[in-house]
């Protein structure tokens, strides 16, 4: 049984669900009396919320300016992909050898997405689906570490995947991504496995460096600065 969650717990959940979205936006400043005002709460659950979410490379201290979300780059995405490639091509390889029956039936019921470009509330579901599916690809190579390493690289690439959702993608070519990535699996093809996430994770890759090129993210600030007045 894990511990039991404390005050700073669910504030630190709270606002990396916020970040993480895009609720709030890469490069926002965060008001620490308004985010005290709106939960209730004091400062000192709130500061070691932002303290963790600092060390996880999500907000920065700003002297005189308070605490920041840090901005996505360009840098960030390729390096993020170079990593997700790395370990995650070699994680479908390892799930094609590995892999039980039963292992393929969950893939399968996790193979689907859905989400609606320009319509931001069916985001976050594609974007928990997506992860379901990745995540459970990775528990079939029964490597805890493995797994762990990929399920935080995937944590950490959750804003440019959102960013990338603007730019439109397919619905239904991204299910039949994850359909043969399950059939390679299910037919113990780690050579097909692996380049089958190789080229998922280029055609995301390519998506997210489009979107912030397009500056998307940022017509999106301008709207709710808009909305908000």
Do not use: W
């Not at 060390?55 to 300016?65: A, D, M, N, Q």
């Not at 990593?83 to 050898?97: D, M, N």
């Amino acid at each position: 049984m894990g511990r039991p969650q404390t005050l700073s717990d669910r504030v630190y959940a709270t606002l990396k669900h916020r970040i993480l979205t895009c609720k709030v936006l890469p490069g926002e400043r965060l008001s620490e009396k308004s985010l005290c005002e709106e939960m209730g709460i004091s400062r000192t659950p709130l500061r070691e919320a932002l303290n963790r979410l600092g060390l996880e490379g999500l907000v920065t201290l700003e002297p005189y300016r308070g605490y920041e979300v840090v901005p996505v780059t360009l840098e960030d995405i390729r390096d993020l992909c170079e990593l997700r490639t790395i370990v995650e091509s070699e994680s479908a390889a390892l799930a094609a050898q590995r892999a039980t029956q039963e292992d393929v039936t969950k893939l399968v019921s996790l193979a689907e997405l859905r989400y609606t470009p320009g319509e931001r509330d069916t985001y976050e579901n594609y974007l928990r689906s997506n992860s379901a599916f990745h995540l459970a690809l990775a528990r079939c190579t029964r490597n805890a570490r493995l797994e762990a390493i990929i399920a935080s690289v995937i944590d950490k690439i959750q804003r440019p995947l959102y960013m990338g959702l603007d730019v439109g993608l397919d619905v239904d070519e991204a299910t039949a991504e994850h359909v043969a990535v399950v059939e390679a699996v299910r037919d113990g093809s780690a050579t097909r496995a692996r380049q089958l996430m190789r080229k998922q994770i280029a055609r995301a890759e390519e998506r997210m460096i489009l979107a912030l090129r397009r500056g998307g993210l940022e017509s999106v600030q301008r709207r709710r600065g808009e909305e908000g007045r």
